[in-house]
């Protein structure tokens, strides 16, 4: 299967189908986060071992000199003279920026205690919406253990009852076609959002005591760290740059007088905004993108294979190398999709990592 990215090549940024994978693990999300860029590491190592003349040449977690003399650690780095580190030819660096869920407001104003027939609204009011949609929760009633709450809205007449457990959540959004949803505790994103999401926001109930039911409020962001993360890249390669071919910019060599390429190979791709994208097109010699999908994938073959609770362990560039099972876990992805896996934004095709003319390169599948 060679899977269509162009349905995840959006004009606006919303929240990443890798993220209602990642929820149905019911993980912190600092744990599971490092592991969807351990994840993109181990897919890019997978790309890299397909080329003998590159394996043979590669440095894994090396650190690299610049023309500032500054040491820029990267994942993947390729000499000429592996042994001496010399002759640099090409760097690859993997970047991944979730989602980040933020209280909202602070302090106490992100939390709402009620009674029993009490409620709150959530107001979703996206600039590109039509018109503003409320929701409202009402606390029904509660136990010791759980509150069974009522969902209603502004948009239609739907009207949902669930229960939740103490330190449980549901999480209330609205699609790119301004519909609004909700997950159930414990429930798959995947399975009950099937559109792309514009706004989420998740409500969790944090304790029940003395007959009040208090919940906490979240906002869920498209990845606000990418114009860092957009920005650091874009200074190691130029720094790189610099130093082994004595200019700054990418637009000032042709390819033939390159000695090196930095490529910049990135996941959760919606997550990023259009200046984002801007600088890392700019200053970035190729910007690679594997799709959600692939991801996903990735996920559910490891969970297949090791189980939920030892999958997690075996997302390691350094399991990758040394354990076969890793292997053949990240062989079985490629070749579900045909080798498809690193897609050229510039270039807008699928892509496979090479070596010629003593240069790292990507060629067109």
């Given at each position: 299967?060679?899977?269509?990215?162009?349905?995840?090549?959006?004009?606006f940024?919303?929240?990443?189908n890798?993220?209602?994978?990642?929820a149905?693990?019911?993980?912190?999300?600092?744990?599971?986060?490092?592991?969807?860029?351990?994840?993109?590491?181990?897919?890019?190592?997978?790309?890299?071992?397909?080329?003998?003349?590159?394996?043979?040449?590669?440095?894994?977690?090396?650190?690299?000199?610049?023309?500032?003399?500054?040491?820029?650690?990267?994942?993947?780095?390729?000499?000429?003279d592996?042994?001496?580190?010399?002759?640099?030819?090409?760097?690859?660096?993997?970047?991944?920026?979730?989602?980040?869920?933020?209280?909202?407001?602070?302090?106490?104003?992100?939390?709402?205690?009620?009674?029993?027939?009490?409620?709150?609204?959530?107001?979703?009011?996206?600039?590109?919406?039509?018109?503003?949609?409320?929701?409202?929760?009402?606390?029904?009633?509660?136990?010791?253990?759980?509150?069974?709450i009522?969902?209603?809205?502004?948009?239609?007449?739907?009207?949902?009852?669930?229960?939740?457990?103490?330190d449980?959540?549901?999480?209330?959004?609205?699609?790119e076609?301004?519909?609004?949803?909700?997950?159930?505790?414990?429930?798959?994103?995947?399975?009950?959002?099937?559109?792309?999401?514009?706004?989420?926001?998740?409500?969790?109930?944090?304790?029940?005591?003395?007959?009040?039911?208090?919940?906490?409020?979240?906002?869920?962001?498209?990845?606000?760290?990418?114009?860092?993360?957009?920005?650091?890249?874009?200074?190691?390669?130029?720094?790189?740059?610099?130093?082994?071919?004595?200019c700054?910019?990418?637009?000032?060599?042709?390819?033939?007088?390159?000695?090196?390429?930095?490529?910049?190979?990135?996941?959760?791709?919606?997550?990023?905004?259009?200046?984002?994208?801007?600088?890392?097109?700019?200053?970035?010699?190729?910007?690679?993108i594997?799709?959600?999908?692939?991801?996903?994938?990735?996920?559910?073959?490891?969970?297949?294979k090791?189980?939920?609770?030892?999958?997690?362990?075996?997302?390691?560039?350094?399991?990758?190398?040394?354990?076969?099972?890793?292997?053949?876990?990240?062989?079985?992805?490629?070749?579900?999709?045909?080798?498809?896996?690193?897609?050229?934004?510039?270039?807008?095709?699928?892509?496979?990592?090479?070596y010629?003319?003593?240069?790292?390169?990507?060629?067109?599948?």
């Open positions: 299967m060679i899977y269509d990215i162009s349905q995840e090549l959006r004009d940024t919303y929240i990443t890798v993220y209602k994978c990642i149905a693990y019911n993980l912190k999300g600092h744990q599971i986060g490092r592991k969807i860029g351990d994840m993109l590491e181990i897919i890019t190592m997978g790309g890299v071992y397909k080329c003998p003349e590159l394996l043979r040449r590669l440095d894994t977690e090396g650190k690299l000199e610049g023309f500032t003399t500054a040491g820029h650690k990267v994942e993947f780095g390729f000499y000429n592996l042994q001496h580190k010399e002759g640099l030819f090409g760097a690859v660096e993997c970047k991944c920026v979730g989602v980040e869920e933020t209280t909202a407001g602070k302090g106490q104003a992100c939390l709402r205690k009620l009674h029993d027939t009490e409620s709150f609204t959530l107001d979703f009011n996206g600039r590109w919406m039509d018109a503003q949609i409320v929701q409202t929760i009402t606390l029904l009633s509660h136990d010791d253990h759980s509150a069974t009522r969902l209603t809205n502004s948009k239609n007449s739907d009207v949902y009852e669930i229960i939740i457990s103490v449980g959540n549901i999480k209330i959004i609205v699609d076609n301004q519909n609004i949803l909700h997950t159930t505790p414990n429930g798959n994103m995947l399975d009950e959002i099937p559109g792309i999401i514009r706004i989420c926001k998740t409500i969790k109930l944090d304790k029940i005591s003395d007959g009040i039911c208090q919940f906490s409020l979240y906002n869920c962001l498209t990845g606000p760290q990418t114009i860092e993360k957009a920005k650091q890249a874009s200074l190691v390669a130029m720094d790189l740059r610099k130093k082994i071919d004595g700054w910019g990418k637009e000032e060599l042709s390819d033939d007088d390159r000695n090196m390429n930095f490529l910049h190979v990135i996941c959760e791709f919606s997550h990023w905004e259009e200046k984002s994208r801007n600088v890392i097109k700019t200053c970035i010699d190729h910007n690679i594997v799709p959600d999908a692939i991801v996903i994938k990735a996920f559910e073959v490891f969970e297949e090791f189980g939920i609770r030892q999958m997690l362990d075996k997302i390691s560039k350094n399991n990758y190398a040394k354990e076969a099972d890793v292997k053949e876990a990240i062989e079985h992805v490629f070749t579900f999709f045909d080798n498809h896996i690193f897609y050229d934004i510039a270039l807008e095709s699928y892509v496979k990592f090479d010629q003319n003593n240069k790292l390169v990507v060629t067109r599948i």
